[in-house]
C-alpha cells in the first residue's frame, strides 16, 4: 500500500512563514512528480508547484517568488516552504505524486495525500 501524509500546517500571521512537508511510503519504484496544490472554501483545487525528476519546478503565478518546493530522495519526502504568507494563502494543502509502484513499474500512478490546513490571519 502507498500512502502520502503531509505535516506541517497551522496557523500563522500574515508575513510569517510555514513548511509543510509530505512523506511517501509503500511499495515505491520511483517518484517521477513531487507536488503540491492547494484547495480554498468554495474554490477549485489549484496547483501550488511541482517538482519533476530532472530538478525543474513549476509554480503557481499566486505563489512564485515565495514559496520553494525542495525534496529529499533519500526519505521519499518533499517539503514546501511557505513565505511572505497572506491570509488568501489561506487553504487545506494536498502533496500529490505521480510515481511508479514495484507492481508495475513503467507506470506513473497519481496519488494524494490527505491534506492539511493552513491558515493565515491578518
Known amino acids: 500500500q502507498i500512502q502520502l501524509v503531509e505535516s506541517g500546517g497551522g496557523l500563522v500571521q500574515a508575513g510569517g512563514s510555514l513548511r509543510l512537508s509530505c512523506i511517501a511510503s509503500?511499495?515505491?519504484?520511483?517518484?517521477?512528480?513531487m507536488g503540491w496544490y492547494r484547495q480554498a472554501p468554495g474554490k477549485q483545487r489549484e496547483l501550488v508547484a511541482n517538482l519533476f525528476s530532472g530538478d525543474s519546478t513549476h509554480y503557481g503565478d499566486s505563489v512564485k517568488d515565495r514559496f520553494t518546493i525542495s525534496r529529499d530522495n533519500a526519505k521519499n519526502t518533499w517539503y514546501l516552504q511557505m513565505n511572505s504568507l497572506r491570509p488568501e494563502d489561506t487553504a487545506v494543502y494536498y502533496c500529490n505524486a505521480d510515481l511508479s509502484p514495484h507492481w508495475d513499474p513503467g507506470r506513473g500512478y497519481d496519488y494524494w495525500g490527505q491534506g492539511t490546513q493552513v491558515t493565515v490571519s491578518s
Open positions: 509503500g511499495s515505491i519504484t520511483r517518484i517521477n512528480v
